[in-house]
């Protein structure tokens, strides 16, 4: 894990950290390319240690992390921007976590039914019913966290 280089700033509370989690609307993942990191905005689930997110079964995330299944991710809760009449001294509050994991991509029927399930409760959704079909031509990203760190500036 990398050192925080602004102490006043890091989060050690894992209860104030698992609030930013599960309070926050988008999981920012950053994925290995050839030449520049490619970035992409998710919706997800957290249960266990694990980010949960959901997928089509191709296209150049999958591809990707079919290459290289190293990941960093970032998430945020509610940011805003403090202004001040000096420029220099303009700020942002916010509270974030940043982390490190290894992506395992989920195939089987009854597997991704439960990923699906972590992701609805994220945003609230307890009674589920998915098609068939939609299932079968999904997949879900199970991402295991290795390592994160959260901070925040008020």
Known sequence: MQVMRRKDKEIRN???IMEIVSNSLICRL????????YIVPLNYGYYNNA????????????????????VCFE????????KDPVSCNWTMKYCSVIGYGIIEIV???????QGLDIIMRHYGKNDNAYKQKV???MLILKLNIISLQAKKSV
């Open 14 to 16: 894992e209860t104030t």
């Open 30 to 37: 950053g994925i290995f390319d050839d030449e520049y990191p």
């Open 51 to 70: 980010l949960y997110f959901h997928c089509a079964s191709e296209g150049k995330k999958i591809e990707l992390l079919r290459k290289n299944n190293k």
């Open 75 to 82: 998430i945020e809760q509610s940011s805003e921007i403090i």
């Open 107 to 113: 195939s089987d029927h009854e597997s991704k039914k």
């Open 135 to 137: 299932i079968e031509e």
